[in-house]
């Protein structure tokens, strides 16, 4: 029998049989899927679901690595590149349960299913993400004090992510999800890690455009560190302000020197190249954030 290894020509075959949009699953566990909401993570091809808990009578969010199709696409994937997805839903499943803190995504539940395999139920945050938002206001940028508010919420979710020794590496609007009154919650932590987890394969892990310099340099692995999460927060504060990703720094300056230069001071330093002259962490960013008002 002649067996056909899969390479780049005939993966995007299977890719884009594998991929197709599956029905929205009835039930996952004891929990009534309402609606499927999306990709979370494109790392590990989450899929988060809005469902309801009879026994709470509450809405609340489920996190599944696929549907059948995806999951056994990834499994192939798996055998190629030597991950293992499931393993980051169960890692971000310990994280979570290592964290209580009002900024950051509660995790209510995990298991596993016969048809979706590994799941997280978190709670659910109804009025969508930052990306949501930004969108939203486009070029304007967001209301300063929404901005200030954001922020230090999501600075005070890394500080207590830092505490106790993780990195949280992927740190970007989609991440941080808002409710109703714009109180901002962190989530996504499977790619998470304890400092000292310096290993090649960690370069790159995150989003582009989001990512510390260090964190995509597999040379200099070594020196991420909380300044690298503090960049990726320094980068999301800027979208925040000016809409897009960081570009035309000049104008950009301009634009927000008559209401508020020291934010844009703020803004500046959180994003240095180098990381010898950022903010050292998220502690430290935070109280130059509560200086200004």
């Known amino acids: 029998m002649e067996i056909t290894l899969l390479n780049s020509e005939n993966y995007s075959i299977w890719h884009e049989w594998l991929k197709g949009q599956p029905p929205v ?5 004891p929990y009534k899927i309402i609606e499927r909401l999306g990709t979370d993570n494109p790392n590990y091809q989450a899929i988060v679901y809005r469902a309801y808990d009879a026994n709470t009578g509450q809405d609340i969010a489920i996190k599944v ?5 995806e999951s056994f696409e990834s499994s192939i994937l798996n055998v190629l590149i030597g991950e293992d997805s499931f393993d980051e839903l169960r890692k971000e499943a310990a994280t979570l349960a290592k964290i209580d803190h009002p900024n950051i995504v509660k995790i209510l539940d995990s298991n596993e299913d016969q048809i ?12 969508g993400s930052l990306r949501d938002e930004i969108i939203k206001y486009g070029s304007s940028g967001l209301p300063l004090s929404n901005v200030l508010s954001i922020m230090k919420g999501v600075l005070s979710a890394l500080e207590a992510t830092h505490e106790i020794g993780l990195l949280h590496r992927d740190v970007k609007p989609e991440n941080i999800l808002l409710d109703r009154q714009k109180k901002p919650y962190l989530t996504d932590f499977g790619i998470a890690f304890e400092f000292g987890e310096m290993f090649k394969a960690l370069a790159g892990r995150g989003t582009d455009g989001y990512m ?11 020196k991420i560190g909380p300044y690298s999460d503090v960049y990726s927060a320094g980068i999301v504060l800027f979208e925040m302000l000016w809409g897009h990703l960081p570009g035309t720094a000049g104008l950009e300056k301009m634009h927000l020197d008559n209401q508020a230069s020291e934010l844009v001071e703020v803004t500046t330093r959180a994003i240095e190249v180098d990381f010898r002259k950022r903010f050292q962490s998220a502690s430290e960013m935070l109280r130059a954030l509560q200086y200004l008002c």
């Not at 699953?25 to 566990?29: A, L, N, R």
């Not at 979706?116 to 009025?127: D, N, Q, R």
């Not at 510390?212 to 070594?222: F, G, L, M, S, Y």
């Open 65 to 69: 690595l696929g549907d059948p199709m």
């Open 116 to 127: 979706h395999g590994v799941y997280l139920v978190m709670e659910w945050i109804p009025s």
């Open 212 to 222: 510390a310099p260090e964190q995509r340099d597999e040379d200099h692995i070594e």
């Open 25 to 29: 699953p009835e039930t996952i566990g």
